[in-house]
């Protein structure tokens, strides 16, 4: 079973301090992780992949598969980052397209 | 480009009655999910569409619910009859097989 736990519902960080949003999964196989952001009144959208190891709006975001994490980090918090953050992992067998997310971390930066 | 789009944005009905969601993906996207976020709750998958044929509708939650892609592009979910607990906020999104998923705005689907 494909399981994800974002142990957070809720994170207040001050505006340029460090940002770090807990994701862990569960799965056989080797999954692959993603971050969606929804932002206030937007669709949800794609953040990061883990097979693309890119950088955007300067989060990063490192599959740790020993710890079976896959934590969202920025080192310095903007105001813009207040929004819903959502860890999801699609399985690696063939035909299993799915998407199983977490339950959200919602993320206030303080001004 | 546009985006996935979805219609309607909000529908309020009486426990009973029907309601018919629209999904049109991204052109040219071969894979369209349906997923649901009930009260609360996570995000949860329902079904997955490779052109118009069902991959994957494990998550669908009983025969209330019917989803068709006729043609292989648009789609439609249709809920009848409507219960209290389906309320939620139905989303759709689509690929092109082994990449990353793109999401419509949501459905608010409200049951009184």
């Known amino acids: 079973a494909q399981r994800v736990t974002q142990p957070e519902k809720l994170l207040s960080v001050f505006k340029g301090a460090p940002v770090e949003l807990k994701c862990n999964y569960s799965?056989?196989?080797?999954?692959?992780l993603f971050w969606y952001v929804q932002y206030s009144r937007q669709r949800l959208q794609l953040l990061l992949r883990?097979?693309s190891r890119e950088s955007i709006k300067g989060f990063t975001a490192d599959l740790n598969k020993g710890e079976t994490s896959f934590h969202l980090k920025k080192p310095f918090a903007q105001e813009e980052d207040s929004a819903m953050y959502y860890c999801?992992?699609?399985?690696?067998?063939?035909?299993?397209?799915?998407?199983?997310f977490g339950t959200g971390t919602r993320l206030t930066i303080i001004p | 480009e546009a985006g996935v789009t979805q219609f309607p944005s909000h529908s309020v009905i009486e426990k009973g009655q029907t309601v018919t969601l629209r999904c049109d993906p991204i052109?040219?996207?071969?894979?369209l999910y349906w997923y649901r976020r009930v009260m609360g709750k996570e995000i949860k998958f329902l079904l997955h569409?490779?052109?118009?044929?069902?991959?994957?509708e494990s998550g669908m939650p009983n025969n209330r619910f019917l989803a068709e892609r006729t043609g292989g592009t648009y789609s439609t979910l249709k809920v009848q009859p409507a219960e209290l607990e389906d309320s939620g906020v139905y989303f759709c999104?689509?690929?092109?097989?082994?990449?990353?998923?793109?999401f419509g705005p949501g459905t608010r689907l409200t049951v009184l």
């Open positions: 052109s040219g996207h071969d894979n």
């Open positions: 799965y056989s196989g080797s999954p692959e």
């Open positions: 999801a992992l699609r399985g690696s067998n063939f035909g299993n397209e799915k998407l199983t």
């Open positions: 999104a689509s690929s092109q097989t082994g990449l990353a998923q793109y």
């Open positions: 569409f490779v052109k118009e044929s069902k991959q994957d």
């Open positions: 883990h097979i």
